[in-house]
Nanobody, 122 residues
Framework: QVQLVESGGGLVQAGGSLRLSCAVSGRTSSFLVMGWFRQAPGKEREFVAA????????DYDDSAKGRFTISRDNAKNTVYLQMDSLKPEDTAVYYC???????????????WGQGTQVTVSS
């Protein structure tokens, strides 16, 4: 059974940085894509970034380009989201997700973590 556990959220001032981590356990294949999503109060969940596990292709939403960096550590079975130059509008619960296969898509993920809160104060 795949399990995803996020950590690293917290309260930060605008312009600051946070690094989110997502520990992956129970995976049975490396043909997968890991994604980060976020959901702000009263809004729908939205795609932030994704990375393919094997070839490390990356995809970013326009809101994340130039500020966020997704990466993964195969030895640690962990995916990271480095978030720099944070803005109050980045405040949300951040979720990591896993999708089987190699297609870089922004939907139809198979497994989700429980989420970690990120709050950016102005």
């Amino acid at each position: 059974q795949v399990q995803l556990v996020e950590s690293g959220g917290g309260l930060v001032q605008a312009g600051g940085s946070l690094r989110l981590s997502c520990a992956v356990s129970g995976r049975t294949s490396s043909f997968l894509v890991m994604g980060w999503f976020r959901q702000a109060p009263g809004k729908e969940r939205e795609f932030v970034a994704a990375i393919s596990w094997i070839v490390r292709n990356k995809d970013y939403d326009d809101s994340a380009k130039g500020r966020f960096t997704i990466s993964r550590d195969n030895a640690k079975n962990t995916v990271y989201l480095q978030m720099d130059s944070l803005k109050p509008e980045d405040t949300a619960v951040y979720y990591c997700a896993l999708r089987w296969g190699s297609a870089m898509v922004r939907s139809d993920y198979n497994y989700w973590g429980q989420g970690t809160q990120v709050t950016v104060s102005s």
